[in-house]
């Protein structure tokens, strides 16, 4: 199993930056290189992929709605991720969920994003935007 831990949430103005970072323990290496990601959840709708990151390879993976305006990076040494969020705007209000594939495989599940192809969950943090 993997822990994961989020901080950085809040709150910001149409048009600010927050960044969001995910530690993550136990797992991780055990069974296969694993993919992290960030997923996220509105109020009423499902929860939805953002952006992945390979770590062996750094290969990154973005949904459309946040292309060139968020970045996913990594840290090696501390197993951490990061979600830099840019330019944002009240849909991106949500629930953000750091989360991790650490099977066999990863490599060809982490570019879809998939919810479904998840084992383990952060506890999730807040990112409010106002207009």
């Known amino acids: 199993q993997v822990h994961l831990v989020e901080s950085g949430g809040g709150s910001v103005q149409a048009g600010g930056s927050l960044r969001l970072s995910c530690a993550a323990s136990?797992?991780?290496?055990?069974?296969?290189?694993?993919?992290l990601a960030w997923f996220r959840q509105a109020p009423g709708k499902e929860r939805e992929g953002v952006a992945s990151i390979y770590l062996s390879s750094g290969n990154t993976y973005y949904a459309d709605s946040v292309k060139g305006r968020f970045t996913i990076s990594q840290d090696n040494a501390k197993n951490t991720i990061y979600l830099q969020m840019n330019s944002l705007n009240p849909e991106d209000t949500a629930t953000y969920y750091c989360a991790s594939d650490a099977r066999a495989g990863a490599q060809y599940r982490c570019p879809k994003l998939n919810r479904y192809d998840v084992k383990d969950w952060g506890q999730g943090t807040q990112v409010t935007v106002s207009s």
């Open positions: 136990g797992d991780l290496y055990t069974y296969s290189n694993p993919c």
